[in-house]
């Protein structure tokens, strides 16, 4: 497993930040002022327990769901005030988003895939092909390229979607429990395939996760508790010290 590194670009301003971020879904809370910042460049992992409202975060930062009240910001563009259509037009061009289980399209082939956002912004089917097998083979997955989703492994899976996550070059990615349907070994490739495409790229990352072997890949790691971001000590920092201390 890879050790936690300094962010590489040294950039103090932010690319996305929230502040004061609430959201309700009928009568659950999910999100109560919730505020964080990602830098151009770096790995933050997003951690906390189930219900804390992790994935709520990455949504509203991604542009995908807005929140009830606060701000998300992308640069000077407030995401929370952008039309439909430009959060769209995000989502295809300057964001990638990969979800526990993927999300693969079962109908079309692993190439066709990850070709999706490229075709959907315009990119001419030839280069979207050439620009796809590139990505799939960074991954490790370009053997595969020709199969339905459905035959292949979990590891696999989620190699595809790294790639498809990457094809459009974006500035950043959302990684919702990347690993959290892997075995631990899996869960290690994929991790090490994430790392090693942001550092290579550098986008940034927002990963979201409960395991803390997995957040131990990032450069910074916070916490969310009932519905608040938290920094300093995480819960995992502080069980894995006091096992230390035993």
């Given at each position: 497993m890879s050790t936690r590194n300094e962010n590489p670009s040294g950039a103090a301003e932010p690319m996305i930040g929230a502040t004061g971020l609430t959201k309700q879904y009928g009568r659950?809370?999910?999100?109560?002022?919730?505020s964080v910042?990602?830098?151009?460049?770096e790995i933050l992992a997003v951690t906390g327990a189930s219900g804390s409202g992790k994935?709520?975060?990455?949504?509203?930062?991604?542009?995908?769901v807005r929140p009830d009240e606060g701000e998300v910001s992308y640069g000077r563009e407030r995401l929370d005030r952008a039309s439909e259509?430009?959060?769209?037009?995000?989502?295809?061009t300057d964001f990638g988003v990969v979800f526990q289980?993927?999300?693969?399209?079962?109908?079309?082939?692993?190439?066709?895939?990850?070709?999706?956002?490229?075709?959907?912004?315009?990119?001419?089917?030839a280069a979207a092909q050439d620009r796809a097998d590139e990505w799939l083979e960074r991954f490790g997955v370009r053997g595969q390229a020709a199969l339905r989703p459905g035959e292949l492994s979990g590891g696999?899976?989620?190699?595809v979607a790294l790639a498809r996550a990457w094809v459009t070059g974006p500035k950043a990615v959302f990684a919702d429990e990347p690993t959290g349907a892997l075995d631990s070994l899996a869960g290690e490739q994929v991790m090490t395939a994430l790392v090693h495409a942001a550092r290579e790229s550098g986008a940034a990352v927002l990963l979201i996760t409960h395991d803390a072997q997995i957040a131990a890949y990032a450069d910074r790691e916070v916490w969310l508790r009932d519905g608040a971001v938290?920094?300093?000590?995480?819960?995992?920092?502080?069980?894995?010290a006091a096992h230390h201390e035993g």
């Open positions: 659950s809370q999910a999100l109560r002022g919730a910042t990602l830098r151009a460049g994935s709520t975060l990455l949504h509203c930062l991604a542009g995908i259509n430009r959060l769209s037009e995000l989502r295809r289980f993927g999300q693969l399209i079962p109908e079309l082939t692993v190439r066709d895939n990850v070709m999706l956002p490229l075709l959907l912004a315009g990119t001419d089917r696999q899976g989620q190699r938290h920094s300093g000590a995480t819960p995992f920092a502080v069980q894995e």
